[in-house]
């Protein structure tokens, strides 16, 4: 068999999310698979390095599939190119090492969430940006943040999933960068856990809005139960943004 990496980008707007269900067929795992298994005449699974929640996007979603085809990677990238739908692309396609994996190889992510936090209309970016127009305290989100970095057991700030060993994960940086109105929270860490991001992003957002003093920062942490953690924000706001590997100094 032999093995692919594949890099796609995609607008998670209308998709039930990356992982495939039985019940619908809008997902971006399902899209890939069904044009892969075509272009290549047998059936193709693939693996992602992370399974984004509905309506969440990706800028750099790195996949991996094994095929007894030995497909040229310029031709078959073209196909894909012009058989995908249009709110998924193709970026990149190489042969990959027999033991490399999209999930299970992966060292580092990086997730950018971003909030358009004014009261002006946002027209263009409406469907990939939180509107937020109250005003934010900064600094105190910037104090929050730092208290959240690091290896730390994560309970509080993911959705419960059965068959979850662990939920200690390494949240390496939260940086904060305004552009104008735009605010982006930028996430790099080991691995995020079910809707942890979206709930970091809710309770930040509880602090820099007042609603949250950064002193309970800790206690939230320790308690390891979701309802002390903030509100899980919206999906459409969250972008996949990078993915390292060993080989890129991960």
Excluded at 9 to 22: F, H, M, N
Excluded at 87 to 112: M, N, Q, W
Excluded at 212 to 231: E, H, K, N, T, Y
Aim: charged share 25%.
């Amino acid at each position: 068999m032999n093995n692919y990496k594949l890099t796609v980008c995609y607008d998670g707007t209308k998709y039930r999310g990356w992982q495939k269900q039985g019940n619908t067929a809008l997902t971006i795992q399902g899209k890939l698979e069904q044009q892969l298994s075509r272009l290549l005449g047998e059936p193709v699974e693939i693996a992602g390095c992370g399974r984004t929640d509905a309506g969440v996007h990706a800028r750099a979603q790195v996949c991996s599939f094994r095929t007894q085809a030995a497909p040229d990677c310029e031709v078959l990238l073209k196909q894909l190119r012009e058989t995908l739908p249009e709110d998924i692309g193709a970026l990149s396609l190489e042969p990959a090492p027999p033991r490399f994996h999209a999930r299970l190889s992966c060292v580092e992510k990086t997730y950018v969430y971003r909030i358009w936090n004014s009261a002006e209309p946002d027209v263009f970016e409406r469907r990939y940006r939180y509107a937020l127009p109250e005003k934010l305290d900064l600094p105190a989100m910037r104090q929050a943040a730092s208290l959240l970095c690091g290896r730390h057991d994560f309970a509080s700030f993911c959705t419960a999933r059965p068959g979850k060993k662990s939920t200690v994960r390494e949240l390496r940086s939260i940086e904060l960068q305004q552009d104008g109105a735009e605010l982006r929270l930028v996430f790099t860490g080991d691995g995020f856990l079910y809707n942890m991001v979206r709930i970091l992003t809710g309770t930040l957002l509880e602090v820099g809005l007042g609603r949250m003093p950064v002193s309970r920062i800790p206690a939230v942490l320790a308690a390891g139960d979701r309802a002390m953690a903030g509100p899980t924000a919206p999906a459409k706001g969250l972008i996949l943004w990078q993915v390292n590997y060993p080989d890129q100094g991960g």
